[in-house]
């Protein structure tokens, strides 16, 4: 397996089990990182090892004893640390546990950034870094905040949950509740960046974790509806990309679709409706269903986002409603809700609204609104998609007579 595969997937895993022994996540990170720089230099030369998440715990634990021992401070880590030297060798997979009381340990790092005492979006961002490997640059583009204000609000959390001694532990089962709003928002936000960001195997990743999730909490009716999302979502990939274009659902060959997982999805559906609670997760994995459905009902798509909408409060989740309410009023009124929102700084608020604009026939505004799309367009095939919008909006394209059939 290449060494950026191993980092795709194993970055979570080999950070949170050395912030398991070190109990500090920036030396752990620190750590981390030195040991994925080294296998970089080595691995090409003297081969992939056997077991390369026990092989980068290995390595970067040592080098965080060589830090710790250099900078002669915590000394209390570097004795404990050393004492457990002296019993011996280690072989790699001792550092990897798979005995976990819960199903995968990156779960501990999760409720660890995501304790109360961090302010939300510090939970959010400190998260995803640690475990979905994005860089400060990604996260900043997910908050729509400066690079700048993101990584001090990184510090902070790291340093908060160093200096507080806040614990590396699930934690006990009648404070799970109350923690468990930031940690879904850790995981879809890492879903949609891996589907919206062209990092796919985050999507992997935050439907791993969400599976893990539902085996642990099985009766939270908001984890299942969670993971049934993503994964009703996640059928269409195979979908979404012909020549490397994106291709909208409508256009989109079912046939590629997996059936299987639209199945598991529908059925994690049911069984959160059958505890009679209504969340968030639960509304978007009931519209994400009827998307699937041929013909859609777009009566009822437009009835559940404005439940959703009472729910959240979010303009993003009134842009979608605006593309119901056009489907089933026509584009001037879908315009009409979308005109009322203060999105200019969202990128695919200039995609649908130049999509609703070129039905309404208003071709110069569409061509101007899928310009700004496409300068803010984060993946090839988004630009793609929108340079082709563009051009076929150009006023040129737009002057040429059509042809007509015989």
């Known amino acids: 397996m290449a060494l950026d595969a191993v980092f795709r997937d194993q970055w979570g895993r080999v950070l949170a089990t050395l912030v398991g022994i070190l109990g500090d996540i920036e030396l752990a990170e620190d750590a981390a990182a030195e ?3 080294i296998a970089a230099e080595r691995w090409p030369r003297d081969g992939e090892p056997a077991n390369p998440t026990g092989w980068l715990v290995a390595t970067a634990r040592n080098r965080a004893i060589d830090h710790l021992r250099r900078r002669q401070v915590l000394a209390d880590k570097t004795t404990l640390l050393a004492r457990d030297i002296e019993t011996g060798p280690r072989p ?7 005995s976990a009381t819960i199903p995968d340990e990156r779960l501990e790092l999760i409720f660890t950034c995501c304790h109360p005492a961090l302010a939300l979006e510090a939970q959010v961002a400190l998260t995803l870094r640690t475990l979905g490997g994005l860089s400060t640059d990604e996260i900043a583009l997910a908050f729509l905040v400066p690079f700048e204000t993101l990584s001090k609000r990184l ?7 160093r200096n507080a001694g806040i614990p590396f532990a699930v934690p006990p089962d009648h404070q799970l509740p109350d923690r468990l709003a930031a940690v879904l928002a850790v995981v879809y936000l890492i879903f949609n960046q891996g589907w919206g ?3 796919v195997d985050l999507a992997a990743e935050a439907i791993h974790l969400g599976r893990a999730l539902a085996d642990l909490m099985p009766d939270e009716p908001e984890v299942l509806a969670l993971l049934a999302l993503m994964l009703l979502h996640d059928a269409r990939k195979a979908a979404r990309l012909r020549d490397g274009q994106i291709i909208q659902l409508d256009d989109q060959d079912r046939t590629l679709w ?8 529908r059925e994690l ?3 959160a409706m059958a505890h009679g609670r209504s969340g968030p997760y639960l509304v978007q994995a009931a519209i994400a269903d009827l998307h699937l459905q041929e013909p859609r ?3 009822q798509i437009a009835a559940l986002y404005r439940t959703l909408a009472r729910q959240t409060g979010s303009p993003i989740v009134e842009m979608n409603l605006a593309v119901a309410v ?3 009023d026509g584009p001037e009124a879908g315009l009409a809700i979308l005109d009322g929102l203060d999105l200019d700084h969202y990128r695919y608020f200039h995609s649908t609204r130049a999509e609703l604009l070129r039905s309404a026939g208003r071709d110069g505004e569409a061509h101007q609104a899928y310009r700004r799309a496409l300068s803010a367009a984060q993946t090839e095939p988004e630009q793609r998609f929108l340079a082709d919008r563009v051009a076929e909006t150009a006023p040129s394209a737009v002057s040429e007579p059509r042809q007509t059939g015989a």
């Open 35 to 37: 040991a994925f720089a």
């Open 92 to 98: 790699p997979e001792a550092f990897v546990d798979d």
């Open 155 to 161: 510090t902070r959390a790291k340093h908060k949950i």
């Open 197 to 199: 960001g062209g990092r």
């Open 258 to 265: 997996d059936a299987r997982q639209i199945d598991q999805g």
């Open 269 to 271: 559906l049911r069984r």
């Open 297 to 299: 009902d777009w009566g």
């Open 326 to 328: 056009a489907a089933i």
